[in-house]
């Protein structure tokens, strides 16, 4: 995690520096000044150092100190801006996949078990045309028919639990049709094993066979899948906030991009990385959790340890 | 597989109270108003202790009114002399400080609230004497001296406010008077025309900024530091997001103010980054005003005849142009190509694709609203005499085509006027490659020079009517090379025209600037535009004459 979070760190600063715009010029506006105030603000701004030292003094700040830098907009300390946003958009993201896994993954057994009927064909119709909706489309449909002709849900802003729900359906929507596919496809695959027919010829009822046996190795994929999509609702997450009015960190990232605000640019970027490095942790342990074979090569290197250790204890005790 | 699914099952439910639990701490909650209000009036001194639970039921008919803005930056820090960010500066100023001086919306003339009178010497036509009230009392219950004055100057000085301007002040030689701390001289380097501009940002309280970490480690995003002379204190805060402002109960001016100014408890701010969201809080009624509106809104608002409340639109004081880049790329030294591109662009049909009836064809460099516009300093279209002239180009210089280039930012209407301008230079027989940029790469090629021509278009229009803010970008010290203009004579006008007092002269001279312009095919006059905003019945009458820095004081309920 450490050489990714660097390494990260490396590419986004030589990026960012590499971008064309000045982040003085930025700070100064476009009325008048002279060459002696904009040196002097460049240099508040710690830009007339060489590339390396300024990307040097900015990794050791971090390593160090933990300290993401000032903003060079609004002179406010980056660790504070984000404070303020980050769990906003990380809310939204889990609640935003809690809701798609909720609905994607029954839907998506239901398209397998009932291969080539009419539920298949709608239910792979509905997804084929969520997948094909942009998201920003989605969010303002949403908004005209539920904010403005029916007045059921507030448009903007997030300061009740109506406000989530045009944000977090959108999310959801978007996210839903690839994991029910995919759902869908896994689902496809176990159920022809030969596992699978065995248990249906042990006479188990077929909700058993579904449940236990072919849900828990069709979810390897799936969580692949939610996993990524985690990363990439809340990375992604810049279209849904500006529509919505929400105050999140995709909104603090734009703002960064277009002022040229190098620390809140690296600083929202540097915080994502680690919440994808995470979740990456996460999906990881969830393999795991539903795959007994996977659970079994850690916990059976263990054993292989404390087998050779008792042999190495028995033939000590055979010598002695 | 049981334990599987009461594990989802759980986090599931889990994440639906957390989300559903309510917002952040910095967000606007209603929960959380009293405890924002009591931390603010703790921190700003005894005085303001029943401030937020004030209400004074002659001066509010409505007591709480919302404005959306689509405006960057609406709604930020509480510096009302921070360089950065000044939309959100201004509004937060107006309603939590005073600025020295600030235009009724009515009248259009400069007025204060503060100021006793301020007059230039009599024996010094550079030094402009102004004296304060002596009722002017800061939140925290400091009365306010003639050395907040020289702070809050001297703070927009250091911070670069209008830097070029506050340049012309001398705040060496700017003193408070000894005997006497209401007065202040403040000191020019030369008489100086557009000195009122320099006035209007607000005063703060030097010794308040000093007990709470000085000028190095004040925290203006600290709501509760907030300590103006101003009707409002702010209870609530999220930046980027929404700013509550609750009206004093003991702010000095108060038995004063006219029952329309300063009238509503409860101003809330909100920020959208989106118009259309903006639009549908508004038609809904989440929002009483939004400001900041687009030619299809006020279109649809004046179509409701009434339904969706009233919709004003007010001047911007601005004039778009197309600036040639005369002095950045020698190919223009050729009076005839200049022609060609002047005449054979349809500025009156730009205008009228691009604003709507937000805009008007432009018939000068400046304004129609300004003191000193002159009508007839615009182009006609005529594409046979451009053609001409384009080919007396070719006939004197022995070329047979002509390659220009042409960044705009994206995002706005300045990508929409250039584009509808590379193709009438198609049709005269100019190549014109557009590079429509984002505003951070287009303003770096700006000050490159990697443009043969510059869209000036103030975003924020020009509040304060003031001609030097339409003219400042063509003098020869501006950052954009296509802008600057290198020539003495014209630059001679420009510094001239700021240097005088004597509005005759000056009109004298501003005359010749836009006559200077026409004549020499250096600038492409294409739109007046307009700024609107909207309200509804919650608000009886609301009067602004900026809609990214509103002065929300005018409005009643």
Redesign the interface.
């Known amino acids: 995690m450490i050489p990714v979070l660097l390494g990260v760190l490396v590419i986004v600063f030589s990026l960012s520096y590499l971008m064309p715009g000045d982040p003085v010029v930025n700070k100064l506006g476009t009325s008048n000044y002279t060459q002696e105030q904009y040196d002097q603000v460049a240099s508040e701004m710690g830009l007339d150092q060489p590339f390396l030292v300024q990307m040097g003094k900015y990794i050791w700040g971090v390593v160090s100190e933990g300290n993401l830098g000032t903003s060079y907009q609004t002179n406010q300390d980056v660790s504070k801006s984000i404070g303020e946003r980050f769990w906003v958009t990380i809310r939204l993201g889990l609640l935003s996949v809690a809701v798609t896994v909720i609905f994607s993954v029954p839907f998506g057994i239901l398209s397998a078990i009932k291969q080539k009927t009419a539920t298949d064909y709608i239910i792979t119709v509905f997804a084929v045309v969520l997948a094909s909706l942009p998201g920003f489309w989605l969010a303002l449909e949403g908004i005209i028919l539920f904010s403005l002709k029916l007045g059921w849900l507030p448009a903007s802003g997030l300061t009740s639990w109506k406000h989530y729900i045009l944000p977090v359906a959108c999310n959801a929507l978007m996210a839903l049709a690839s994991t029910m596919r995919m759902t869908r496809s896994s689902m496809l695959e176990v159920i022809r094993q030969d596992y699978i027919r065995t248990a249906r010829a042990k006479g188990l009822p077929e909700r058993v066979v579904i449940v236990r046996h072919a849900l828990r190795n069709a979810l390897i994929p799936v969580i692949t899948v939610v996993g990524a999509q985690v990363s990439m609702i809340v990375g992604g997450s810049v279209i849904i906030e500006s529509i919505f009015s929400i105050p999140g960190m995709g909104t603090l990232m734009v703002t960064g991009i277009n002022n040229r605000d190098y620390p809140m640019i690296m600083g929202v970027t540097l915080l994502i990385s680690v919440f994808v490095c995470i979740m990456n942790l996460v999906v990881d342990l969830c393999y795991a959790a539903v795959d007994p074979r996977i659970r079994a090569q850690f916990s059976g290197g263990s054993k292989k340890k404390k087998r050779k250790a008792v042999a190495a204890a028995g033939k000590a005790g055979e010598q002695a | 597989?049981k334990k599987?699914v009461a594990f989802?099952l759980a986090?599931?439910m889990m994440?639906?109270l957390?989300?559903?639990g309510?917002?952040?701490s910095?967000?606007?909650?209603s929960d959380a108003q009293p405890a924002a209000s009591e931390s603010a009036e703790a921190n700003a001194g005894d005085s303001t202790d029943s401030s937020a639970e004030s209400a004074d039921p002659d001066r509010a008919a409505t007591t709480e009114v919302t404005i959306g803005s689509t405006g960057?930056?609406f709604v930020?820090?509480f510096d009302p002399d921070g360089?950065?960010?000044?939309e959100c500066g201004y509004v937060m100023s107006y309603l939590c400080y005073d600025p020295i001086l600030y235009t009724d919306p009515e009248t259009g003339e400069w007025v204060s609230d503060i100021l006793e009178e301020y007059h230039w010497d009599e024996e010094d036509e550079t030094k402009l004497v102004m004296t304060l009230r002596d009722d002017v009392y800061f939140s925290n219950g400091d009365q306010m001296t003639a050395e907040d004055l020289w702070y809050t100057l001297a703070r927009c000085a250091d911070l670069?406010v209008?830097?070029?301007l506050y340049?012309y002040v001398d705040m060496d030689d700017t003193y408070v008077d000894p005997d006497n701390d209401l007065v202040l001289y403040m000191q020019f380097t030369d008489t100086f025309g557009p000195y009122e501009t320099l006035l209007r940002n607000g005063v703060v309280n030097e010794s308040w900024i000093e007990e709470n970490g000085g000028e190095e480690n004040f925290d203006?995003?600290d709501p509760s530091l907030v300590c103006g002379s101003g009707p409002y204190a702010v209870t609530e805060f999220?930046?980027?997001?929404?700013t509550t402002f609750q009206l004093r109960d003991d702010w000095w001016y108060k038995d004063e103010a006219d029952a329309d100014y300063c009238s509503i408890q409860t101003i809330n701010i909100?920020?959208?980054?989106?118009s259309?969201?903006?639009m549908?809080?508004y038609?809904?009624g989440?929002i009483d005003a939004a400001v900041n509106l687009s030619a299809s809104d006020v279109d649809s608002i004046n179509d409701a005849a009434g339904s969706k409340g009233t919709a004003v639109t007010i001047p911007s004081n601005y004039t778009a142009a197309i600036v040639l880049g005369v002095d950045n790329n020698s190919i223009f030294d050729n009076m005839n190509l200049r022609k060609a591109i002047c005449l054979g662009t349809d500025a009156d049909a730009i205008a009228t694709a691009v604003y709507g009836s937000l805009g008007d064809p432009a018939t000068s460099t400046l304004p129609t609203s300004s003191p000193y516009y002159k009508a007839g300093y615009a182009y006609t279209y005529d594409l046979e005499a451009a053609q001409a002239a384009l080919a007396d180009y070719y006939a004197e210089t022995g070329e047979n085509s002509v390659n220009l280039t042409f960044v705009a930012a994206s995002g706005g209407v300045d990508a929409e006027i250039a584009e509808l301008f590379q193709a009438y230079m198609e049709a005269v027989g100019i190549t014109v490659d557009l590079q429509i940029?984002?505003?951070?790469?287009a303003?770096?090629?700006w000050?490159e020079g990697a443009t043969d021509f510059m869209i000036n278009n103030s975003a924020n229009g020009n509040s304060t009517n003031e001609v030097t803010n339409v003219y400042?970008?063509y003098?020869s010290?501006?950052?954009?090379k296509a802008d600057a203009r290198q020539g003495e004579e014209i630059n001679s006008l420009l510094t001239a025209g700021r240097l005088t007092v004597d509005t005759t002269e000056r009109a004298s001279i501003y005359e010749q600037v836009q006559q200077y312009f026409y004549d020499n095919y250096e600038v492409i006059p294409v739109a007046e535009w307009n700024v609107a905003y909207a309200y509804n019945d919650t608000i009886s009458e609301m009067s602004l004459l900026d809609v990214t820095r509103p002065n929300l004081r005018f409005m009643a309920g």
Do not use: P, R
């Not at chain 2, 910095?26 to 909650?29: A, E, L, P, Y």
């Not at chain 2, 999220?238 to 929404?242: A, C, D, P, Q, Y």
């Not at chain 2, 909100?270 to 989106?274: H, T, V």
């Not at chain 2, 010290?477 to 954009?480: A, L, P, Y």
């Open positions: 597989m599987f989802m986090l599931a994440l639906s957390a989300a559903c309510g917002s952040s910095s967000d606007s909650s960057a930056n930020g820090h360089v950065f960010s000044t670069m209008y830097s070029t340049a203006w995003f999220t930046n980027g997001i929404s909100k920020q959208y980054s989106d259309n969201t903006l549908v809080d038609e809904t989440t940029l984002d505003q951070g790469t303003v770096g090629m000050i400042e970008h003098e010290t501006d950052v954009f």
